[in-house]
Structure formats: C-alpha cells, structure tokens
C-alpha cells in the first residue's frame, strides 16, 4: 500500500554511537522527515542528542512501547543491541510504523522470519541498515555482476579483519549483543558479497571462532578495556559452501595481527575477477584481447558509470527507504536477505560451538 506523505515523522529507539554517527545526522539532512521522538534506557542518552542536533521538538522517553503508543510517528528506526532489534521491530511494525533495524537484522533466522510476518501482516515496509552497499565502488560492482561480466562466481571473499578496532562501548564486549565480530562488522562483508553475487542460498558452513587477543587492548583505535571485560569471540573464520557450489571464505577480526581489510568483497569469476580497496576504489583484473589486465576505473570523474558520486551511504539509506513507503516498492535491501546474512552468522555460531560443519535446509 503506497503511503505518501510529504513529511513523515521518525522516532528512533536506542541513541548510543550508531544513532549519532549515522542515524541522525542521516535523517536531518532529509527534507522529507521530522524527528518526533528520541527513546533510550538512558534517558539522558536521547536528551543529548535532542540537544546535540537542535531536536528540542522532538518527545524523550525511556520506555519504547510508551514511544510506539503515545509518539506521532510514520517509522521507527531501531539502533539498539542486536537481540533487541526483533521484538521491538515487531512491536513498532504492530504499532503501525514502517521500520529501518540497524544490522544485524537479528540474532537468529527465526526471529527474522517473525520479523518478516510481521510486516506482512501490518502492510509496513521493513529494511535493514546495511549502508555499505551505497559505495559507488559497491554499486559498480553490483552493476559487473549484473551484466554478467565476472562470468560464474565461484569463490568471493567476505573481508571483515581490523588490524585494531574494537568498539568497547555498549555491549560489543559483555556477549550480552549476541556475540562478538562475528555478529558485528561480518555481517556488513557478508551482506556486500552475497548481494554483488546474488547468491542467497548457502548449502553449509564450517567455522572456527577465536578469543585470543582479549588480553591485549594496547592500540586499539577506541581505547583499552578492562581485562576481564572482553567476554565474546575477537575473531573468527568460515568456510561458506553455496547450493551451486561457490565458496564464500569470511575472515573476521576486531583485532588480529594483519593488515586491515574491512567491509569489502572479492569476487573472482570465470570471466574476470574484482577487488575493493580499503579506502574505497575497485581493481579489475582478467583477460582482454589475450593479455592480462588489471583497470582501477575512476568513479569520481563525471560521466564514469555512478561518477556523480552518490549522497553519502548514511544519507542515502534513509532516501531510499522512503522512496520504497512512497511508491510501495520493495526496499534495496530486503529484509529476506538480510535474514540469510543471519542465517549464516547463526550456522557460523553453530559450527564453532559444535566442531562441525553446518548444513541448511
Ligand atoms: N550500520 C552500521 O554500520 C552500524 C554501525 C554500528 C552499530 N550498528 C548497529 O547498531 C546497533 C547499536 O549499536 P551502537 O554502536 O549504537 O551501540 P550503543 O551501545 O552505542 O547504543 C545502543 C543504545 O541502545 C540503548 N538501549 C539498550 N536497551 C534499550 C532498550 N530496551 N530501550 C531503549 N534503548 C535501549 C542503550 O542504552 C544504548 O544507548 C547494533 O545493532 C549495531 O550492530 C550498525
């Protein structure tokens, strides 16, 4: 059902770091929204940003059903700890409101199927916060994929290792997100290459979970943690095998001792093969003419496929999402993909724990 409106009124529930750092400034840019209500357990957390970003208009509560009963909203947008987002998704799909859940979409596919039902069954749109895709270098590559130009896709790399970065604050730390990298920054990596392959249909995964560095917070871009904080798995690595056969390795780490390789994809094909770069950027290589190559295209040059370099990933998540309540389309990132992303993390979880290999239905 279309749902067209020419302002339509946000409440966002849970105002910690990804609230400030995307969500906010991501919708006040956005001529077609209002922020209406601000809702944490910390209260004082939504007062802050209410004050940070000029928003004194906009309701405070600390109780989110008080936000989804009494606030005059159209979305939700949900930014708190991951085994929060299916229960309160369903509660504000039930209350009316389409809904934006921050990544992961959840922590298992079960409740991600409860999620989907949910918005069946209320007529609302749902969508994950998956931003990364909005690169250009992402969308080129989406768009190779799309022409056929990798040929078959039979082995892609999922990247998601930090050399040092390990968000301290919240519950990243404490098991009580869902666990640790591996429901964290693994699912951004593996969103991007499963969507630029179009492969939503993984066979089994084999998986190995580490807790090695806990013990050695020096470095660490956010600061170090007290010794006995770091409850939850700082690395971990899965071999994923697809029902056609491509293999997806993902290399996950808040801190290893490498090279960085974050939220980026590998995919090599038949026809030729693609990397991304860690500060953005594309390498290209296969064979043309009978001679190796390798092209880097530049995306910032007008006229280059996606050179009008797009809005920033962040504001263009929440113009997207309208546009889909708008004109009732389905949403660029489906909720029934990123449920396989969970899917995945949930069989990744599984394998470490058991010692065994996976198998999906
Ligand atoms: N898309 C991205 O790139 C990205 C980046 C970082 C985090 N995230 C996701 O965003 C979510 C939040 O991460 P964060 O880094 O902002 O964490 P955070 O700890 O900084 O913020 C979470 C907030 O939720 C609040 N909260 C907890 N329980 C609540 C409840 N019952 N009702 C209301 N508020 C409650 C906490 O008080 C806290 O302020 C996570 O799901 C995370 O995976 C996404």
Redesign the pocket.
């Known amino acids: 059902m279309k749902d067209n409106k020419t302002i339509y009124k946000v409440g966002l529930?849970?105002?910690?770091?990804?609230?400030?750092?995307?969500h906010i400034p991501g919708l006040i840019a956005n001529k077609d929204v209002e922020i209406t209500a601000l809702?944490?357990?910390?209260v004082e957390?939504a007062k802050k940003l209410a004050g940070l970003f000029g928003l004194e208009k906009a309701q405070v509560y600390?109780?989110?059903k008080k936000l989804l009963t009494e606030a005059d909203t159209d979305i939700i947008l949900?930014?708190?700890?991951?085994p929060?987002?299916c229960e309160?998704t369903v509660a504000a799909l039930g209350a009316g409101n389409h809904v934006l859940c921050?990544?992961?979409m959840a922590t298992t596919k079960a409740e991600c199927e409860e999620m989907i039902a949910a918005a069946k069954a209320s007529d609302r749109k749902l969508t994950v916060?998956?931003?990364?895709r909005y690169r250009p270098e992402a969308l080129y590559i989406k768009e190779m994929c799309e022409k056929g130009e990798l040929g078959e896709i039979y082995y892609a790399k999922a990247h998601a290792a930090r050399y040092r970065a390990v968000?301290k604050?919240?519950?990243?730390l404490s098991g009580k997100?869902g666990g640790g990298v591996l429901?964290?920054g693994a699912?951004?990596a593996l969103d991007l290459t499963l969507w630029t392959m179009n492969n939503y249909e993984p066979a089994s995964v084999k998986a190995h979970t580490y807790h090695k560095m806990a013990q050695k917070p020096e470095g660490n871009i956010w600061g170090g943690w007290a010794e006995d904080e770091f409850k939850v798995e700082d690395s971990g690595f899965a071999i994923i095998t697809m029902k056609n056969g491509a293999t997806v390795y993902l290399e996950a780490a808040w801190l290893i001792n490498m090279l960085s390789g974050d939220m980026k994809t590998t995919l090599c094909g038949t026809e030729a093969g693609v990397d991304m770069f860690n500060d953005g950027g594309v390498r290209i290589n296969g064979i043309a003419h009978g001679k190796p190559y390798v092209s880097e295209p530049d995306m910032s040059i007008p006229g280059a496929p996606f050179a009008i370099r797009p809005v920033a990933p962040m504001y263009r998540e929440t113009q997207e999402f309208i546009k889909a309540i708008r004109d009732d389309e389905e949403p660029f990132i489906k909720p029934e993909e990123a449920m396989v992303v969970t899917q995945i993390i949930e069989g990744i979880y599984e394998s470490a724990r058991s010692g065994k290999e996976v198998f999906f239905e």
């Open positions: 529930i849970g105002c910690g770091w990804i609230a400030e750092d995307k809702c944490d357990l910390d957390k600390s109780d989110y949900i930014a708190t700890p991951n929060l987002h309160m921050e990544k992961p916060g998956y931003q990364w968000p604050w919240g519950e990243y997100n429901i964290d699912p951004h």
